[in-house]
């Protein structure tokens, strides 16, 4: 469920926008700030707010790798998996992720700490291979700077 | 503009493509995504070209040509590149052609045969979209009848596109992204609108296939037969793929005038009846209320037998005929002459469904009754299409198809006047809810405040009359009695003034009702009004795929064919001519005059001829009463339907597949159908059947096969002169109607009041369904898998003050009778309105109606 608030400014963008589409992905935004995911239920949601058919919602969110349909853990890894970052190794540090915390791509650590994901293009060729945890980038990676990324937020947790 | 492409020059005007261009030079470049009736997509980079002095090659269908451009289609960068795209495609493209439907039509298939590489360079596993572990194919079904193989889906978004930009709907989307990127519906809205069988059609690959035709026969194996749909009155041009006497599928045969290449889903998959089991296979004579096999000869003796003694004992007149807009053309012209040359009576007709049949006795309304005035393909160039009285969805889906395209492309305007809400409102401008019987008083209305507000452009001494005529239809009146907002037909009136190219269309409720002639009369006032080189125009939709056929052939008690009237001397001379029998001048009986005449005593014998007036004659206690009564009936279908089971001799006739002929389509377009196989068990052609019954009746019918009536009536018929058989198919022309326009006047039009009817609350309106039409679409497994059982729907305020849910099995009740039928809840309908389907068997919906009434009424109970 989407919270009243939320709902609000949904409705207010649909006056923004020439066409009521575009304002999907905004809408999507906000309700990925507000609880860190948006579910199958609150894309009907936006989709009944914003007067569109529910399709065109499930094809913006699911085209958008930044949108996860179930509950993310604290912390959500994006490691992407696009061309350069293949190259220079991203898919070791997937392995080695999944080693690591124990879980597959597309899970979460069973102390809801952990979401691993592969995404596509990030737009940071240059510091390939990297990811993205929440907002942020980590850039040039290599596994022992994986490891001391993940002890810092471990850290920050205590 | 010039451009040279693979060193021929070709002209082209600018805005073209050179994706177009290369086609108007006869160049083939492959494409995917393109298609000539979607919008340009530019996502299979197949279609790739080299264009001098542009360092990358060029998408064809999305670039456009400039002057003095020099295109190479085959260069070795070309086919370079046009191999490494099919490369590509084949790394997950599974390799499962021997068990894929589209197999030998497969795009892909054919493009990699003719520009692939026989090497293949990716060792992969190829990604699968895993429906069910434990199936090897991962089909999924996203509709009734659509089926989903994204494993060997190409992502062109043809059907997309189609889904969402020509049909209007969104049940279909692209989901994920890149190489997770796949095509579904949600679960909970599978693809099921009326037109999704398109998308199976435009597949280029295996990706979509239909139930109905999957694994059931390689197309190789098939003929593809040439045929027009028997449905509509849209005419749609198809294909039918027989083998072994049996129709396999239905696919469209493109013609751009009509159809432009999609056909709706009672066309494409509603052709099972032809092959269902419960074909009449002989003839059958009744004996003791059972009917019992009898061999042809058998059967017309007793026939020329029985009518022979009736026309001896009583006269020609007291036997009559009922042919059938369902059927072809010479099926008609054959019925038809028979009757009026060997039997010796114009008591011939074919309107069992209408109360109110016209056109009536006054030979010079006769004009407005012809259909369209303007061809489909007329839409596009208009800029208001204002739609009355017509569920364009439900009648005539092609039709509403073109109508969504000219509103997209050329922003045409789109006014619905209805009783019930439709479909089109989500591009309609505005929309008018009226009160079914009130359409008069509504044209009223509008005409009252354009001569009010001084709209009009016509001189002021041409309209004194309307004005008085008109003057008492003041906004608040017409508001009370249609419904309508006051304000909503002063803004249309406006609305309507300041356009100037307007066409009417007016559909199936307009056809049925009690003041059809006042009604098209009032549009005709408001044409005229409007007037002075704005260029207004009436169309009037007639509902079954031969309509105007059965009305342009003579299939009516007082006109022969090419509306010639039957009293009209040179008329009747020049048929005797032909036909070297004298004929009878007095205007026969149209149907419901049959039914009085038949319980006055003064008819005994009927011949129909692919009608069910059972089912379909709007008073189903007075129709079968009267037939009853017949001392003797003839009955020729193709299924014993409710009439047959009443007939003395029921003769078995030949559907659309099996025979040779013509239909002539709404908008008068003649179109030629081709046998596919030859009629079924023992039945024949109904031209055949008649010409047989003549000769053995001792005339002499000499017709070998039926393109020699088609040649018969081109040659005898006026408005088809002209027409040969073996061109029909090539010029498509409509037929010009020229020779009948007469000068139309402003003619007096008031509206008839109905009488309220406090124990008979709700007005009934009946109509077809989406997924079916007529009477035959619902023998057929097909079309019943998509939807098997009609409901009757209600206005969910109503079936809320009667404590109604969806799906409650309710009772329908009027004067006449008693229906049970299940409730949908719908809010398209209007408060105090209910809708009936007339396409099921078990909903016998003429039970509620009286011939009498101007329109028809019932309460609701609960069952």
Known sequence: ?158 | MKITIDNKEVEVDPGTTILETAKKAGIEIPTFCWHEKLDVYGGCRLCLVEVDDLPKLQLACATYVCDGMRVKTNSPKVIKARKGNLEFLLINHPLDCPTCDKAGECELQDYVFKYGSDKKRFKEKKRRFIVDRSQTFDDLKIGPQIIRNQNRCIICARCIRFIKDIAGEDELGDFNKGYRSEINSLPEIPIANQYAGNVVELCPVGALTSKAFRYKIRVWLTKKIESVCPFCGDGCNLFLWVKDNRIYRVTSRRNDKIDEGFLCDRGRFGYDFVNHPDRLKTPLLKENNDFIPVSWEEAFETIAKRFEKIKKDYGPDFLAGVGSPKLANEDNYIFQKFFRTVIGTNNIDHRVNIKNPLPGSDFKDYKNFFGMSDSIEDLENSDLIFILGCDMNLEHPIIALRIRKTQRKNGTFVILANPKRTKLKNIATYELLYKYGTEVAFLNGILNQIIDEKLYRIEENKIRELKDWVKEYDLDKVSDITGVPAEKIKTVAKFISQKERVIFLLGREIILHHQTQDVVDSVNNLILLLGNGRKGSLNLLWEYNNSCGALDIGILPDRLPGYLPVNDLESKKRFENFWKEKLSEKPGKSFNKMLEAILQGSLKAMYIMGSDPVREFPDRNFGLKALKKLDFLVVQDIFLTETAKIADVVLPGASFAEKDGTFTNCERRVQKLKRGFKPLYDSKADWEIICELANYWGSDFDYPQAKDITSEIAEVVPIYSGFKCEQIDENRKRLDLSFEKEKVRFKRADYKKIPDDKEYPFVLITGNTYYHFGTLTQKGENLNSIVSEGFCEINPEDAKNLDIFDGDLIKLESLSGKIEIKAKLKGNIQKGTVFVPINFEKIRYNLLMDKDKLVDRVRIRKS
């Open chain 1, 1 to 158: 469920m989407i919270s009243k608030k939320i709902k609000g400014r949904i409705v207010e963008l649909k006056e923004k926008f020439p066409q009521r589409k575009s304002a999907i992905l905004p809408a999507l935004h906000l309700v990925l700030k507000e609880k860190n995911y948006v579910e199958k239920e609150s894309l009907k949601e936006i989709a009944g707010l914003l007067e569109l058919p529910p399709i065109e919602v499930f094809e913006t969110a699911s085209f958008y790798t930044m949108f996860p349909q179930k509950k993310v853990g604290k912390y959500h890894i994006q490691v992407c998996t696009n061309l350069s970052c293949s190259l220079l190794g991203a898919e070791e540090l997937v392995k080695y992720l999944e080693e690591k915390l124990k879980i597959k791509v597309g899970e979460t650590t069973p102390n809801g700490m952990f979401t691993l994901s592969t995404v596509e293009c990030l737009g940071s060729c240059g510091t390939a291979p990297m990811m993205q945890i929440n907002e942020d980038y980590y850039e040039n990676l290599t596994k022992e700077k994986v490891d001391r990324i993940l002890d810092d937020l471990l850290k920050k947790q205590i």
